[in-house]
């Protein structure tokens, strides 16, 4: 069964600072994996998806993320961290089978200091 | 504008009282779906549809109800809330389930179940 693992439930930067927030995903089939950021009282917004075109994904805002399956991780990260920036983020994975939902990490909250 | 609607944004109910939370998509998608979002927890899928009057449950379908009868609306129905239900709820839609496809997401009912 698919599942994902985000490490650090708060991560705090500094405005400038490089952001890294970890993501490693379990998956018996290759996974299709998913970042979306939460603003506050905000649905979710996707922030990239890995499409298995290219390991090193662009997405809106700056992010990226680095598929790498020798360790199973997707991490994203920001060269250079903004206040507006701050937010909850959420890692995915599609699961398998029928069900077709999307299996989510408990969350990294980002704060930014200025 | 591409969006899902709910309604309500907030809710304060008390327990047993029948309730519903209204979602609505504009975008033609086939594969709607709803969450709810704890602290700690991350997102877990309650019930999904993939079609009109297709309907199943997803991680957590205990004490809610769904239906579908056009492809547009997808409501979640609370027949006796109980406090445990208090919760983030978002609902999602997708063109489809299967792979990569992006999940769009509502804004959110904020519901306490007193």
């Known amino acids: 069964a698919q599942s994902v693992t985000q490490l650090g439930s708060h991560v705090s930067v500094s405005e400038g600072a490089l952001v890294l927030l970890r993501c490693n995903y379990s998956s018996s089939v290759p996974p299709y994996l998913f970042w979306y950021v939460q603003y506050p009282n905000q649905g979710l917004q996707l922030l990239l998806k890995y499409t298995s075109a290219a390991t090193l994904v662009k997405g809106i805002n700056g992010f990226e993320a680095e598929f790498k399956k020798s360790e199973t991780s997707f991490h994203l990260t920001k060269p250079s961290a903004h206040m507006s920036d701050a937010a909850e983020y959420f890692c995915?994975?599609?699961?398998?089978?029928?069900?077709?939902?999307?299996?989510f990490g408990k969350g990294t909250k980002l704060s930014v200091k200025p | 504008e591409a969006q899902v609607t709910q309604n309500p944004r907030y809710l304060i109910t008390v327990t047993g009282k029948k309730l519903t939370v209204t979602c609505s998509q504009n975008m033609n998608h086939e594969y709607m779906s709803w969450y709810r979002q704890d602290p700690g927890l991350g997102l877990r899928q309650i019930y999904y549809s993939m079609n009109v009057e297709v309907t199943d449950k997803g991680d957590v379908p205990e004490g809610y109800k769904v239906s579908r009868k056009e492809k547009r609306n997808f409501p979640l129905i609370l027949e006796s809330p109980s406090p445990n239900q208090t919760s983030l709820y978002f609902c999602a839609s997708s063109p489809d389930r299967v792979g990569n496809t992006e999940a769009f997401f509502g804004q959110g009912t904020r519901l306490t179940v007193v």
């Open positions: 995915a994975v599609k699961g398998g089978g029928s069900q077709g939902n999307l299996i």
